[in-house]
């Protein structure tokens, strides 16, 4: 597609529960980010893809975040049991490859509500 | 740690006045500065970039100064229009890394008044 596309928009759920967030990057691009915002805060780094390497997991807060690129493309990123602290907007971004004179193209964000 | 901050959550400009947002960072290392965009329900939008050789570059409407010395940047835009409304967000690499790996600042919030 044309843009860095998320899904879903909105996501509520209860606490404990897991909840996925979908990424699809523009095409081409090899490097894929996930970022947190939380309310009326900068963004948050979470974990880093690039091509075949392994990814770079330094930003995720706890073991109960995952994520996975599949075949380059296509990213998920797994909140298990599911805190209130969790609720924020997830963003996907990606770039045509990982130096950082590549401009990040960022998706509208999944806003996930934990109840 | 190291971190990138704007001076001001909100400033409030006349529509076709300048408007000016800074930001202050603490690591020295640091290669390239971005600013970015965000108006409500979107993710950021990337304005303009700078790398650590330059004091000054210019795009449309809008120009980044980079103060090494004193570690601070800031974003002019010319001719402020309401469309320009928005949070405007410095970033900046994370330690020496040269990616897309960044650490934000918390945003300044641009009200253009009609």
């Known amino acids: 597609g044309a843009g860095v596309s998320q899904s879903p928009s909105n996501k509520v759920t209860e606490k404990g529960k897991d909840v996925e967030l979908r990424c699809d990057p523009i095409s081409g691009h090899t490097a894929l980010y996930w970022y947190r915002q939380s309310l009326g805060q900068g963004l948050e780094f979470l974990i880093y893809f690039q091509g075949n390497s392994a990814p770079d997991k330094s930003g995720l807060p706890s073991d109960r975040f995952s994520a996975e690129r599949t075949g380059g493309s296509v990213s998920t990123l797994t909140i298990q049991r599911t805190q209130q602290e969790d609720s924020a907007v997830y963003l996907c971004a990606s770039s045509l490859g990982p130096s950082g004179a590549n401009v990040l193209t960022f998706g509208a964000g999944s806003r996930l509500t934990v109840l | 740690g190291e971190s990138v901050g704007l001076h001001l959550p909100t400033l409030s400009v006349q529509e076709g006045d300048n408007s000016i947002i800074n930001c202050a960072y603490s690591?020295?290392?640091?290669?390239?500065f971005i600013w970015y965009k965000q108006e409500s329900g979107k993710g950021p939008q990337f304005i303009i970039d700078i790398r650590s050789n330059m004091d000054k570059r210019q795009g449309q409407r809008v120009t980044v100064l980079l103060n090494k010395t004193v570690k601070h940047l800031s974003l002019q835009i010319a001719a402020t229009q309401p469309g320009d409304s928005a949070v405007y967000f410095c970033?900046?690499?994370?330690?020496?890394?040269?990616?897309?790996?960044?650490?934000f600042g918390q945003g300044t919030t641009l009200q253009v008044k009609p």
């Open positions: 970033a900046g690499p994370v330690g020496s890394s040269n990616t897309g790996k960044l650490i």
């Open positions: 690591n020295s290392a640091s290669d390239y």
